[in-house]
């Protein structure tokens, strides 16, 4: 629970910044996705509160990468999350080396509002049994969360995401400047990103028609851990316990 309130905070701040960026200053990119690569040119200067967004967002899923190794509990999608945090770091790294810095901002507005609302209903899912008796309004909270979250994350991650980013990257590039540099290579991993988007929606699919067919009743945490390694309730003395293992990202 505490790893989810941080993360929580930290999506809430990391999804306001970039709204502001985009929503609160004079750069277009929201509004006109081909404006991204308006007067490109390699080695352009990165606006310092751009920079800023990279720097914070960096610094983060670079801790995300040796957490799922070393820190959380392994589960069956331990593998593809490593993947999204490797493809992201690399992606951010990437942008800011070949100065897609103006896309990545808005892949970034696009992602974190769901992890927002991911954060906020695993919360309100612990509070709800907390001390032993049945908070109704957390319960309330939990299941609105669960809706708004997978509401936005077809709408940002599997609607806008393609007709603003995927549009602006793959064919806007090429008729503003049409011998840019690293081309494939970046698409290539928008596309993997895209790929995850629509792996994980398909859980969440999953998980609204076991709701629907009366299988799940209320919202709660149904993480699978792999079974080669799932956690012992009582783990020995010599065992380290895993700092990490009530919290995985992207799962109910």
């Excluded at 783990?235 to 919290?247: F, I, Q």
Aim: proline share 5%; net charge positive; charged share 15%.
């Amino acid at each position: 629970m505490p790893e989810s309130a941080w993360k929580f905070l930290f999506y809430l701040g990391a999804w306001s910044y970039s709204a502001y960026l985009l929503f609160g200053t004079d750069y277009p990119f929201f509004h006109d996705p081909p404006s991204v690569f308006y007067d490109w040119t390699p080695g352009m200067a990165i606006p310092r509160d751009i920079a800023a967004a990279y720097l914070l967002q960096g610094s983060f899923y670079g801790h995300s990468i040796y957490a799922t190794l070393y820190m959380d509990a392994w589960r069956k999608d331990s593998v593809v999350m490593l993947v999204h945090h490797v493809v992201t770091l690399v992606l951010i790294a990437s942008s800011y080396a070949f100065r897609y810095h103006n896309v990545g901002i808005l892949v970034l507005f696009l992602h974190d509002i769901s992890d927002v609302q991911l954060e906020f209903t695993k919360l309100n899912v612990y509070f709800k049994s907390r001390g032993g008796s049945h908070h109704r309004l957390h319960a309330l909270a939990a299941d609105l969360g669960c809706l708004s979250f997978s509401l936005s994350w077809f709408w940002f991650r599997l609607y806008w995401f393609p007709l603003k980013v995927l549009y602006a990257t793959s064919h806007c590039s090429l008729r503003s400047v049409p011998d840019i540099p690293f081309y494939f290579f970046f698409n290539a991993l928008l596309l993997v990103l895209t790929i995850l988007n629509l792996y994980w929606f398909l859980y969440i699919v999953a998980f609204a028609a076991k709701v629907l067919m009366g299988q799940v009743r209320e919202v709660k945490d149904v993480r699978e851990y792999d079974a080669a390694e799932a956690p012992s309730p009582k783990p020995s003395k010599a065992e380290k316990p895993l700092r990490n293992g009530l919290v995985k990202d992207k799962r109910f």
